[in-house]
């Protein structure tokens, strides 16, 4: 499915009239000076304390540096580029380094795709480059550079007001909306729901666009909201305080991280002051960047030239992909009264729902939740018939939901029907995936063969994270906690409460790593006979739970 280089016939200038290898000068804007307030107020700590900062005339890339342009830059240089990245969608979205490359991932189909697969080191090592083809001094922008781009003298925290998901950012921006999630079940058969969540909209792109396809903001810069998380220069730091005020890059810090804005097609919509930082030398697919220019560094006819022949054909790509967009089916409508029964005789759920009569209805897929509140995951498709038969469902509380579909897309998932609480008895073992409510919380795979599933969070349990479970206590008295854990940290692990008044702490150990398990003796609590609810609270990160028993 990857993007496979190939031989690209340009008809590409010099700046200096030699042939000594090919390269793009990227389309750019000249940027005005002036003042802004860097920050905000109501943001999180790392955008605080807000700061004037002055920022002298510069030029800015109109685009994200695409596969076309980078692919040059290999083609003169060898450069030896990563040849992992984390860009495989798993169960629970991209969490793994696998085999895949610049041009060849699977998420990279087209040439005027912003390039990803590269790390901060790599995107430092492009600017070099077309700084000494060109004798300009090309590099990535400053942090206050981009942002004080970005907001362009706009005021509310978002695109459109001060909050999030409003429907017109999709005419802006290459964020996570209704086609990403079509591609992400298609492609992957992951679900937003669940997880990241969709905005209420549709940009026409599951993944990283043609870079251009959207509204630029008012200084005529686009994609600098999705699209790829773009690399700035400025090392990593917790805070403004201290922060330069002249618009330069801050160079100290956590140098070992680079800065990164704007977020991703992967995301919902970032703000122009949210922030965020990754190791230099980490690689992934949703990470890209853009060029700036210094202002000393003059126009020439070699640069005019090099940027209108490729900004002439991506505008063709640009048509071709609006074509393919334009002639997609309608999305099917909803469908209605989805409806569940249980019988336990045949081990079976049915399900059923109101036929669509809307005429771009084909068929139905339908989804389930392996516990609930996690990710829907489809589970039969090409359904002619409004109705469906679960054989063995899962034995704990889950979620059923449907969605109508066509050759081209699938409509908004029905309202979803939901098992019946679970009851888990004590003494016995209960399974981590097994809870009735839970906040922050995702279900995957262990990977070694004793586990089965395993609750933990984005990468892993986070401070805050709980899971609730109801239980049956078969009589008053002490009972030992044993739990299976795996954690790359000693902590203060978790909190056990019974129906709201907290029973007792109980310490995770640094097993060695994520994925080793250990089986952890607790301490004897005491409990009360009859039907309660049992709440684990996470006290800190990095940790997941495979199992609770109690003897």
């Excluded at 990754?278 to 853009?290: A, Q």
Aim: proline share 5%.
């Amino acid at each position: 499915m990857g993007y496979k280089r190939v031989s690209l016939v340009l008809a590409l200038v010099f700046s200096n009239g030699s042939a000594h290898g090919a390269f793009i000068e990227p389309p750019i804007v000249t940027i005005p000076n002036g003042q802004f307030l860097m920050g905000r107020n109501e943001g999180k700590d790392n955008e605080q304390p807000v700061h004037q900062v002055t920022i002298d005339s510069f030029r800015f890339g109109k685009y994200e540096v695409t596969v076309k342009e980078f692919s040059l830059f290999i083609d003169d240089t060898g450069y030896q580029t990563p040849k992992e990245c984390y860009h495989q969608p798993t169960e629970n979205w991209i969490a793994h380094m696998s085999k895949g490359s610049w041009d060849n991932n699977a998420l990279t189909i087209n040439e005027y795709q912003p390039v990803v697969c590269i790390n901060a080191t790599t995107a430092s090592a492009y600017a070099d480059w077309l700084s000494a083809k060109t004798g300009k001094h090309y590099r990535l922008p400053s942090e206050a550079e981009w942002e004080y781009v970005a907001k362009a003298g706009q005021h509310t925290k978002y695109r459109y007001s001060d909050l999030p998901n409003d429907p017109r950012i999709c005419e802006y921006a290459n964020i996570a909306d209704k086609t990403a999630e079509q591609k992400a079940q298609q492609d992957f058969g992951a679900s937003y729901i669940g997880t990241i969540g969709l905005t209420p909209c549709d940009d026409s792109s599951g993944y990283s666009s043609i870079v251009g396809m959207y509204e630029p903001n008012s200084l005529g810069i686009y994609d600098l909201i999705g699209n790829v998380q773009e690399y700035v220069l400025d090392c990593d730091n917790a805070n403004y305080n201290d922060a330069p005020t002249d618009g330069s890059a801050w160079l100290s810090g956590s140098c070992d991280k680079n800065g990164l804005r704007g977020g991703a097609w992967h995301w919902y919509e970032f703000s122009p002051t949210q922030r965020s930082s990754i190791p230099s030398d980490f690689t992934g697919v949703l990470e890209g960047f853009r060029l700036a220019l210094d202002i000393e560094s003059n126009h020439d006819n070699a640069e005019i030239i090099s940027a209108v022949s490729f900004e002439k054909s991506l505008k063709q790509a640009q048509r071709t992909e609006r074509k393919v967009r334009l002639n997609l089916l309608p999305y099917p409508r909803k469908p209605k009264a989805l409806s569940l029964k249980i019988n336990e005789v045949n081990d079976e759920v049915s399900l059923s729902w109101a036929n669509n009569t809307d005429g771009y209805t084909e068929s139905y897929n339908v989804y389930s939740t392996q516990a609930f509140g996690g990710q829907y995951r489809k589970i039969a498709s090409d359904i002619k018939t409004p109705h469906y038969i679960v054989s063995k469902p899962f034995p704990r509380k889950h979620s059923y939901t449907v969605a109508a579909a066509n050759s081209d897309r699938f409509s908004e998932y029905s309202e979803p029907v939901t098992t019946e609480d679970t009851i888990w008895p004590i003494p016995g073992k209960i399974q981590a995936e097994d809870y009735n409510s839970m906040s922050g919380m995702l279900v995957e795979k262990t990977k070694d063969t004793a586990g089965g599933l395993l609750l933990t969070g984005w990468g892993f349990i986070r401070q805050g994270n709980w899971a609730l479970y109801q239980v049956n206590i078969k009589e008053d008295g002490l009972y030992r906690l044993t739990y299976r854990v795996a954690s790359s940290v000693n902590s203060a692990g978790f909190d056990m409460s019974i129906n709201g008044q907290t029973s007792a702490s109980f310490k995770v150990p640094d097993t060695g790593g994520l994925g080793l398990w250990q089986s952890v003796k607790g301490k004897e609590i005491f409990l009360q006979k009859g039907t309660h609810s049992l709440r684990i609270t996470a006290l800190a990160d990095q940790w997941k739970l495979n199992w609770l028993s109690f003897n």
